[in-house]
Nanobody, 126 residues
Framework: QLQLVESGGDLVQPGESLRLSCTAS????????IGWFRQAPGKEREGVSC????????NYADSVKGRFTISRGRAYNTVYLQMNSLEPEDTGVYYC???????????????????WGQGTQVTVSS
């Protein structure tokens, strides 16, 4: 079973940046689409971004387009989410999940991602 760990969350002010990491120890993520999701208190989990395994093509929620960037590390055991120009609405627990799709050229936020980590807290407040 694939084990994922999220890290990088912090308390920041609006307009600042964070980089989240999604890491699998001793295992490559190169054959999986990776999705980032977030959940605010009292709200359902929502998709933020995903990156495909076949071409590293990325998709983003409308609310984060132009501000967030998803990428894979050179060692291919880590996927990053660079978050710039953070807003209070970005506050929540951020999770990453994996979807086995080694040949797919694109990713979808509606895929059935699994192997969720414990999440990392992002708080954007002045």
């Amino acid at each position: 079973q694939l084990q994922l760990v999220e890290s990088g969350g912090d308390l920041v002010q609006p307009g600042e940046s964070l980089r989240l990491s999604c890491t699998a120890s001793r295992m490559t993520l190169g054959y999986y689409a990776i999705g980032w999701f977030r959940q605010a208190p009292g709200k359902e989990r929502e998709g933020v971004s995903c990156i495909s395994a076949g071409t590293n093509s990325a998709n983003y929620a409308d609310s984060v387009k132009g501000r967030f960037t998803i990428s894979r590390g050179r060692a291919y055991n880590t996927v990053y989410l660079q978050m710039n120009s953070l807003e209070p609405e970005d506050t929540g627990v951020y999770y990453c999940g994996a979807f086995w799709s080694p040949r797919s050229p694109i990713c979808s936020m509606n895929s059935r991602y699994d192997n969720w980590g414990q999440g990392t807290q992002v708080t954007v407040s002045s």
